[in-house]
Protein backbone atom coordinates (compact mmCIF):
# COMPACT_ATOMS: atom_id res chain seq x y z
CA UNK A 1 0.00 0.00 0.00
CA UNK A 2 1.27 3.72 -0.41
CA UNK A 3 1.98 3.79 3.65
CA UNK A 4 2.97 0.03 4.25
CA UNK A 5 5.53 -2.49 2.94
CA UNK A 6 5.48 -6.11 3.70
CA UNK A 7 8.90 -7.57 4.75
CA UNK A 8 9.11 -11.53 4.62
CA UNK A 9 12.87 -13.63 5.99
CA UNK A 10 13.57 -17.22 6.96
CA UNK A 11 14.74 -17.33 10.49
CA UNK A 12 19.10 -17.31 10.47
CA UNK A 13 20.95 -20.27 9.99
CA UNK A 14 23.06 -19.22 12.88
CA UNK A 15 20.11 -18.93 14.79
CA UNK A 16 20.31 -22.51 16.06
CA UNK A 17 17.09 -21.91 17.96
CA UNK A 18 18.21 -19.28 20.07
CA UNK A 19 16.71 -15.86 19.15
CA UNK A 20 14.23 -14.21 21.02
CA UNK A 21 13.20 -11.48 18.95
CA UNK A 22 14.02 -9.37 15.75
CA UNK A 23 14.39 -5.79 15.13
CA UNK A 24 13.22 -4.45 11.48
CA UNK A 25 15.40 -1.61 10.91
CA UNK A 26 13.82 1.21 7.84
CA UNK A 27 15.39 4.10 6.82
CA UNK A 28 14.63 6.63 4.15
CA UNK A 29 16.40 10.18 3.94
CA UNK A 30 18.35 10.41 7.73
CA UNK A 31 15.67 8.86 9.73
CA UNK A 32 16.33 5.30 10.80
CA UNK A 33 13.55 3.29 12.89
CA UNK A 34 13.21 0.00 14.16
CA UNK A 35 10.24 -2.19 14.85
CA UNK A 36 10.49 -5.02 16.93
CA UNK A 37 8.95 -8.32 16.03
CA UNK A 38 8.56 -11.05 19.24
CA UNK A 39 8.80 -14.45 18.02
CA UNK A 40 7.68 -17.41 19.29
CA UNK A 41 9.89 -20.99 19.40
CA UNK A 42 7.73 -22.25 16.52
CA UNK A 43 8.52 -19.51 14.33
CA UNK A 44 12.25 -20.66 13.88
CA UNK A 45 11.26 -23.56 11.41
CA UNK A 46 9.02 -21.46 8.86
CA UNK A 47 8.96 -17.60 7.18
CA UNK A 48 8.25 -14.79 9.61
CA UNK A 49 6.19 -11.60 8.05
CA UNK A 50 6.01 -8.64 9.23
CA UNK A 51 4.45 -5.59 7.89
CA UNK A 52 5.81 -1.70 7.98
CA UNK A 53 3.27 0.29 8.66
CA UNK A 54 2.77 4.49 8.53
CA UNK A 55 5.44 4.73 5.75
CA UNK A 56 4.86 8.29 3.31
CA UNK A 57 3.99 7.21 0.10
CA UNK A 58 6.32 7.08 -3.36
CA UNK A 59 9.45 6.50 -0.66
CA UNK A 60 12.40 4.25 -1.44
CA UNK A 61 12.96 2.43 2.43
CA UNK A 62 16.59 0.94 3.24
CA UNK A 63 15.66 -2.33 5.37
CA UNK A 64 17.51 -4.53 7.40
CA UNK A 65 16.53 -6.89 10.03
CA UNK A 66 18.54 -7.92 13.10
CA UNK A 67 18.45 -10.64 15.01
CA UNK A 68 19.13 -10.68 19.27
CA UNK A 69 19.63 -13.73 21.33
CA UNK A 70 18.95 -14.05 25.05
CA UNK A 71 22.83 -13.54 24.98
CA UNK A 72 22.76 -10.30 23.18
CA UNK A 73 24.37 -11.85 20.36
CA UNK A 74 23.11 -10.62 17.12
CA UNK A 75 23.03 -11.38 13.34
CA UNK A 76 22.58 -8.91 10.65
CA UNK A 77 20.59 -9.41 7.24
CA UNK A 78 21.33 -8.21 4.02
CA UNK A 79 19.99 -4.53 3.52
CA UNK A 80 17.55 -4.24 0.99
CA UNK A 81 15.00 -1.02 -1.04
CA UNK A 82 11.91 -1.11 -1.25
CA UNK A 83 9.48 2.18 -2.31
CA UNK A 84 5.96 2.24 -1.12
CA UNK A 85 3.66 3.08 -4.22
CA UNK A 86 1.65 5.95 -5.14
CA UNK A 87 -1.73 7.08 -3.04
CA UNK A 88 -3.47 5.84 -6.43
CA UNK A 89 -1.25 2.76 -7.21
CA UNK A 90 -2.97 -0.37 -6.13
CA UNK A 91 -0.40 -2.66 -6.39
CA UNK A 92 1.06 -4.94 -3.00
CA UNK A 93 4.29 -7.05 -3.27
CA UNK A 94 6.20 -8.39 -0.54
CA UNK A 95 10.09 -7.90 -0.18
CA UNK A 96 12.40 -10.75 1.09
CA UNK A 97 15.39 -10.68 3.15
CA UNK A 98 18.07 -13.01 3.22
CA UNK A 99 20.96 -13.10 6.20
CA UNK A 100 24.52 -12.91 5.77
CA UNK A 101 26.77 -16.18 5.90
CA UNK A 102 28.17 -14.54 9.12
CA UNK A 103 27.17 -13.10 11.78
CA UNK A 104 27.58 -9.56 12.71
CA UNK A 105 28.49 -7.86 16.18
CA UNK A 106 27.14 -4.09 17.17
Not at 53 to 81: D, Q
Amino acid sequence: TPESIKVAWSPSIKANGQYVNYEIHYQTENIIEVSMIPTSRRQFSRKINAELKNLKPSKSYKIWIVAKTKSSKTSKSEIITARTVRKNELEEFTVLVTFADLPHRF
